[in-house]
């Protein structure tokens, strides 16, 4: 864990869907700890369950999914069994969501200045309509809309891309929240666009002291904002640690081969390398170690016990049955 007192604190948690008797499991006893004011970039292939982890965190699983066990913690309270009124709490007050696509978060038939009215007096109902509208302005001043006052009259599609992308975070940012769940913020905006997404984000950490979980693809970007990361491969992190240890010196071979072309990470954008083979569907995971298929260094050992997350230094965990080679990436 990296601090004695974790803001979130994600522990064991399944999540599955299909029939109980045969069901598909999706995410697999992830643990997962954020402090205070901490950035964490959640790392994986598309399906490993990064976003679904954080969706879980808000109770905003889609349909058909469910939380099978496991806990997430968020200030000592589960909020796995927490009350959906409670959630609304939760949501958009304690914690701020950004997605990659804006019209997520923004209503088209809703004033830009209005999302963010609404989202203060949810979470403050004593707060004046007239109050809160001035806080609307300001919150847009705040991620740099030229103009927020007449801006903030206006309506999402008179945004353009970035300017929606900034509206989206004055929302997230609007009640000050502890923690910001980023899915894949910047991955389809131009490098300018990104650039000023980042710094957002960046700020909102310095400023307020906010905590961002970042999912991602985009190993450039961890490397640039994280200070934390944690690999996820077929629903369960394989490895986590700071950044700069779990980059110069990644214990996991699934890490090694996301990290093995190094030059890409000076370079925003760089999306995650291919490694051989195809990740399992969820119905079809195979035993022991869920990465053996593809994996250089498997044995037999690997085929039929699942490794767990074990400690490899101060912070830095990895689940696998055999030790990085020494100089593995160099
Ligand atoms: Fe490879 Fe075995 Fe480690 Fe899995 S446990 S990553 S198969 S060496």
Not at 237 to 264: I, K, M, N, W
Request: with cysteine.
């Amino acid at each position: 864990m990296t601090s004695p007192d974790p803001l979130l604190e994600i522990t064991g948690l399944r999540l599955e869907a299909g029939a109980a008797d045969a069901p598909a499991r999706l995410v697999d006893g992830v643990d997962l700890a954020v402090a205070p004011g901490e950035v964490v970039g959640l790392v994986g292939e598309s399906g490993s369950g990064k976003s679904l982890t954080m969706r879980s965190v808000l109770g905003l699983l889609p349909s058909g999914v469910r939380a099978s066990g496991g806990r997430v913690g968020w200030d000592g309270e589960d909020l796995l069994a927490a009350s959906e009124p409670r959630l609304r709490e939760v949501r958009g007050g304690e914690i701020g969501m950004v997605y990659q696509d804006p019209s997520q978060a923004l209503d088209p038939l809703m004033r830009v200045g209005d999302h963010i009215v609404e989202t203060l007096r949810l979470h403050d109902p004593r707060l004046s309509r007239r109050a809160a509208r001035e806080r609307a302005v300001e919150a847009l001043a705040a991620v740099g809309v030229p103009d927020p006052a007449r801006r903030s009259r206006q309506y999402p599609h008179e945004f353009s891309g970035g300017m929606k992308q900034r509206a989206m975070i004055a929302v997230a940012l609007a009640n000050r929240p502890r923690l910001v769940i980023a899915d894949e913020p910047t991955t389809a905006l131009d490098v300018t666009i990104q650039a000023q997404v980042l710094d957002l984000l960046r700020t909102a950490r310095d400023e307020l002291g906010t905590a961002v979980v970042l999912i991602t693809h985009d190993l450039g970007l961890v490397a640039e904002i994280a200070d934390r990361v944690a690999v996820m491969y077929a629903g369960s992190v394989v490895e986590v640690g700071p950044v700069g240890e779990l980059f110069s010196d990644p214990q996991h071979p699934y890490t090694r081969g996301l990290l093995a072309s190094r030059p890409h990470l000076a370079a925003r954008g760089a999306a995650l390398p291919a490694i051989a083979g195809q990740p399992p569907l969820p119905t079809g995971r195979p035993p022991g170690c869920a990465f053996h298929p593809r994996c250089p260094l498997a044995g037999d050992l690997c085929v039929t016990d699942a490794p767990l997350l074990e400690l490899r230094g101060p912070d830095h965990r990895t689940a696998c049955h055999v030790p990085a080679p020494e100089g593995a990436l160099r």
